[in-house]
Every structure is written in C-alpha cells, then in structure tokens.
C-alpha cells in the first residue's frame, strides 16, 4: 500500500477561500488519499464485521455556496450510499483527523440502537477506552472524551437517539493535526486498524438493532 500520510497541505486546504477554489484542490490534494483509505480498508471491515463493506468518498457535490469544512471517506455495508446505515469514516478537518463509527440522523434503526446502547452500555463500555471521544452532531468538530463522561450523559444520549429525529451519535478518535503530520502512512494505518477494532463492538450491537428494527 502506498498510502504516505496526511502533510500539511492537505490541512490547509481547508483555508482557501470560496467553493470552487477549496473543491480544486480538495480534488486534487486530499480525495486521492482519501480512496486510498478506501480501497484499503474495505476489505479489512468487511472481514471484521461479516458483511461486505463499501467505501464511500464524500463528493460535496450539494454545495453551491459555502465550501466544505471537513471531507472523508465512509464505510458502509451498501454500494448505493451510507447515511442510512451503521458506517465507519476516516476524514479530515483543519485542526485534525478523525475516525468514527457512526450512526447519523438519517439512520431508521436509531430508535432501537438507543435502547441496544441502554441496555448493553454496563458491558460495552468497557470495551471502548476512556480517551476515545464522542459526538451527537457529525458537522461540527468537536467531541467529548468518554473519561468526561458521566453515566447520566450517556443515558441522554442513547435516550436522544430513540426520541429525537435529528439525533446522532458517534464514537472514535480525534489525532490532532501536528500527530498526524509526524505520522508515517504506516503508522495511521496502523492506528485507524486498531480504532476500527476497538470501534466494533457499537458496530455489532447496530446490526442487532436493525435486525430487532
């Protein structure tokens, strides 16, 4: 494999200004990289998860005016798409590079994964190290280190996702910028083998969920 590592340039395309200029050199710089992952690592999750995994390259092909913050590349167990299914996703913002499991507010099994979580957090939770973080919204950066986490805020997460609509919940790592740049492609490699590893747990209770669904 050939893959050589996310560089600074790659983060900077995220400070040119206007939507053709930034979806440029997007194309040109970081997609490449970004179906590298792809072709990588669909094979492995397939082997994982028993199901075969297709990779998906966000495209941003909805915007007419404001240029995207963040790309990625998804993977889910449909060739058609992955907003409506459980996925894994490796993607890029200016600040840093995250690698999730996801499941977002398209997702018709979202209910019945909520009350899986609630049910089966005493055994899971155990599984997932503390310094992973979590998101209720995939368009923002931010997340929240699991070890800052009570059990209270878990309970409002997985009660969210079965009552509220828009509701989403993700799980995974943040590598800030300068740890990613010192990286080789070997080593990122490596660390999102192991985040997917670690990551598929809430993967396996998701397809419990939708057979329950």
């Known amino acids: 494999m050939g893959f050589k590592g996310f560089k600074q340039k790659d983060f900077n395309v995220f400070k ?3 939507l053709d200029e930034r979806m440029e050199a997007l194309i040109e710089r970081v997609r490449p990289k970004l179906e590298e992952l792809g072709e990588h690592f669909a094979p492995t999750l397939s082997a994982a998860t028993g199901e075969e995994m297709f990779p998906h390259v966000a495209k941003h092909a909805r915007r007419s005016v404001n240029p995207p913050d963040d790309s990625w590349v998804a993977f889910a167990n449909n060739k058609r798409g992955y907003k409506k299914h459980p996925h894994f996703q490796i993607g890029l913002w200016e600040t840093h590079v995250f690698v999730w499991f996801a499941i977002i507010y ?3 099994i ?8 609630k049910k089966e957090w005493g055994n899971i939770k155990g599984q997932i190290p503390s310094d992973f973080v979590w998101s ?3 368009t923002v950066p931010d997340a929240v280190k699991q070890s800052d986490l009570s059990k ?3 309970d409002k997460m997985f ?4 009552t509220v609509k828009k509701a989403e919940l993700l799980c995974g790592i943040n590598i800030p910028r ?3 740049k010192k990286m080789t492609g070997k080593q990122f490699i ?5 985040t997917f590893q670690t990551l598929l747990p809430l993967y396996k209770l998701a397809q419990k969920a939708a057979v329950s669904s």
Do not use: A
């Open 159 to 162: 009660e969210r996702l079965q």
């Open 106 to 108: 398209e997702s018709p």
């Open 178 to 180: 300068d740890d990613v």
């Open 190 to 194: 490596q660390k999102v083998e192991d």
């Open 136 to 138: 209720i919204d995939h």
């Open 16 to 18: 040119i200004n206007g």
């Open 110 to 117: 979202k209910e019945e994964y909520g009350k899986e979580l």
């Open 152 to 154: 209270e805020d878990f």
